[in-house]
């Protein structure tokens, strides 16, 4: 929240009842509060009533938030997915590179965001090469499997083409993980290039990739 401060109408953290006593800042754009009995009376609307955190908006508003970012992201020399010779890179933030897709996954789990929004993340090829420049690939990818745990038992979503090709990214991206830890530069080439073996990844999804990287 305090990341996103100049990008969210007020009230803010400094607005927060009880803050520099009850709550206060800690690394990593944390807020910490005084005690944990303070977080399990937020947590529990029936004790806190009015006071009752929702966390699940939480989530979908720094998502949201944090999707500009996703989608502003650029490497050098491209500007909007098409090439542009003296184009400055467009670096995601840091807290985005580390949090966006957890903050995403989150509030789709709680049924707060549509689907697609993952796979707006997902088609993002310069900031997923930000997410593993920046060592946070691992973190991505366990949000990924985190909510595609939460949706595979649903029958109404788990057959959507949305759910499918979020599995698939997330096939892909544990098939590759290594790879593009070492070479984050060359991700749609290893993912196009090398076989796939043994996981199953739709036509959509490898169409998907094409279309990008044809338009790179």
Same mark, same amino acid.
């Not at 542009?84 to 989150?106: D, F, Q």
């Not at 949000?143 to 083409?161: D, K, N, Q, Y």
């Given at each position: 929240?305090?990341?996103? @401060?100049?990008?969210?109408?007020?009230?803010?953290?400094? #607005? !927060?009842?009880?803050?520099? &006593?009850?709550?206060?800042?800690?690394?990593?754009?944390?807020?910490?509060?005084?005690?944990?009995?303070?977080?399990?009376?937020?947590?529990?609307?029936?004790?806190?009533?009015?006071?009752?955190? #929702?966390?699940?908006?939480?989530?979908?508003?720094?998502?949201?938030? !944090?999707?500009?970012?996703?989608?502003?992201?650029?490497?050098?020399?491209? #500007?909007?997915?098409?090439?542009?010779?003296?184009?400055?890179?467009?670096?995601?933030?840091?807290?985005?590179?580390?949090?966006?897709? !957890?903050?995403?996954?989150?509030?789709?789990? &709680?049924?707060?965001? #549509?689907?697609?929004?993952?796979?707006?993340?997902?088609?993002?090829?310069?900031?997923?090469?930000?997410?593993?420049?920046?060592?946070?690939?691992?973190?991505?990818?366990? @949000?990924?499997?985190? &909510?595609?745990?939460?949706?595979?038992?649903?029958?109404?979503?788990?057959?959507?083409?949305?759910?499918?090709?979020?599995?698939?990214?997330?096939? &892909?991206?544990?098939?590759?993980?290594?790879?593009?830890?070492?070479?984050?530069?060359?991700?749609?080439?290893?993912?196009? @290039? @090398?076989?796939?073996?043994?996981?199953?990844?739709?036509?959509?999804?490898?169409?998907?990739?094409?279309?990008?990287?044809?338009?790179?």
């Amino acid at each position: 929240m305090l990341k996103l @401060s100049d990008q969210l109408p007020s009230p803010t953290l400094s #607005d !927060l009842p009880g803050w520099g &006593c009850l709550f206060y800042l800690g690394s990593g754009h944390v807020v910490l509060t005084i005690h944990k009995s303070l977080n399990d009376w937020l947590r529990d609307e029936k004790l806190s009533g009015q006071w009752a955190v #929702d966390e699940a908006i939480g989530h979908s508003i720094l998502g949201i938030n !944090l999707l500009k970012e996703v989608t502003k992201a650029a490497d050098k020399g491209k #500007d909007m997915g098409k090439s542009k010779e003296g184009a400055p890179a467009v670096e995601a933030s840091k807290y985005a590179l580390k949090y966006a897709v !957890l903050h995403i996954t989150k509030a789709l789990s &709680c049924r707060r965001l #549509d689907l697609g929004l993952l796979n707006i993340v997902l088609g993002s090829w310069p900031f997923l090469r930000q997410v593993f420049q920046s060592g946070h690939g691992g973190k991505l990818v366990e @949000s990924l499997a985190e &909510c595609h745990s939460s949706f595979s038992s649903r029958e109404e979503i788990s057959s959507t083409p949305a759910f499918l090709y979020a599995q698939d990214a997330l096939y &892909c991206s544990r098939r590759y993980f290594n790879d593009w830890e070492k070479n984050p530069g060359a991700m749609e080439k290893l993912a196009l @290039s @090398s076989p796939l073996q043994s996981i199953k990844v739709s036509h959509s999804y490898t169409d998907f990739l094409s279309s990008i990287s044809d338009h790179s």
